[in-house]
């Protein structure tokens, strides 16, 4: 097995669970903004203190970055704030296993931005599990039935889809930036390239967040810091999942990556049901079932 499959299965277990623990920030304590903001106050610390150990223990060297790293980092990190948005507002649209679903569209739109951007094809097989999988999104995108009937056009273009759509782009984006600012710096294996990008991210998302609640949500940055006890678990598992997403796309195409880590779907289904109490209808189940198909398709023919 390749290094970069368990590796990936670790990270979306670890943002599966990130994710949850953001949805009861946001019902229960802080704003869009400060449950966003929550995701990368304690990872950049963290994250910092893994490239100081790595370098001052001497098992590794710094890798020397350059202007094409910057402004790859720097645009991944500005449009996964804005994705992670997205996903924070998604969570009252739709229930939890829908809305993470929803983003999975990421996966199609990262083979094409990355094919765009970087020059990486993606194979047949590689094309085909993605088509699967975009066939299970397309079935979740219908809002939940209610008592007013709905015409074809208001079932397909809703809050729901949009914000799920949104979120997909910008992580594609964002999962091309970080592959290119990581496979930009001179020198290095993929752990210390990894560790490097993430630490540079962070810390820049977190001033970048910062600014923005000082000046539109005043009140929210102390909000997030009263609630440590649960804000500290989302950086932890932020920055662990993160990890293993940059250590991933380090060493493999950003759409294959992102094409496995759909496997979260199987823990947030789990999440969902056990800790949540939702429950998912069969065209849901059905969909979710084919982005699992298309998951085993990737593993198994790639």
């Known amino acids: 097995m ?6 990936t299965i670790f990270a979306a277990f670890m943002q599966n669970i990130r994710f949850m623990l953001q949805k009861h920030l946001k019902t229960t304590r802080l704003s869009t903004g400060g449950a966003t903001f929550s995701r990368f ?13 790595l370098i001052i223990s001497g098992l590794r060297e710094m890798p020397g970055v350059n202007a094409r790293f910057f402004l790859f980092a720097m645009t991944g990190g500005v449009t996964q704030i804005l994705a992670t948005v997205c996903i924070v507002v998604l969570f009252a649209e739709r229930n939890f296993t829908v809305g993470i679903t929803l ?40 809002p939940p039935k209610t008592s007013v009937k ?3 056009k208001a079932r397909l273009f809703n809050r729901a889809s949009g914000f799920g759509l949104a979120a997909g782009a910008l992580f594609g984006v964002s999962a091309t930036g970080y592959r290119g600012a990581s496979l930009a710096l001179d020198g290095g294996d993929f752990l210390i390239r990894a560790s490097v990008t993430l630490a540079f ?3 820049f998302q977190t001033i970048a967040m910062a600014i923005w609640l000082q000046w539109r949500e005043v009140g929210q940055m102390t909000a997030v810091m009263r609630s440590w006890r649960v804000t500290m678990f989302v950086g932890l598992t932020g920055v662990l999942g993160s990890l293993g997403w940059f250590m991933a796309f380090t060493l493999q195409n950003a759409a294959y990556v992102k094409a496995l880590g759909q496997i979260e779907l199987v823990f947030t289904f789990l999440a969902s049901y056990f800790f949540f109490k939702e429950r998912s209808s069969n065209r849901e189940m059905l969909g ?7 998951i085993l398709v990737l593993v198994m023919f790639l």
């Open 150 to 152: 709905l015409g074809t």
């Open 201 to 203: 991210v962070t810390l």
């Open 103 to 142: 983003k999975k569209t990421e996966t199609m739109q990262t083979a094409i931005i990355a094919l765009i951007v970087l020059g990486e094809a993606v194979s047949l097989w590689g094309i085909i599990a993605i088509l699967i999988g975009l066939v299970g999104v397309i079935l979740l995108s219908d």
């Open 2 to 7: 390749e290094l970069w499959i368990p590796i």
């Open 41 to 53: 106050v304690f990872a950049a610390p963290l994250a910092m203190l893994l490239v100081l150990v």
């Open 288 to 294: 979710i079932g084919l982005v699992i198909a298309s």
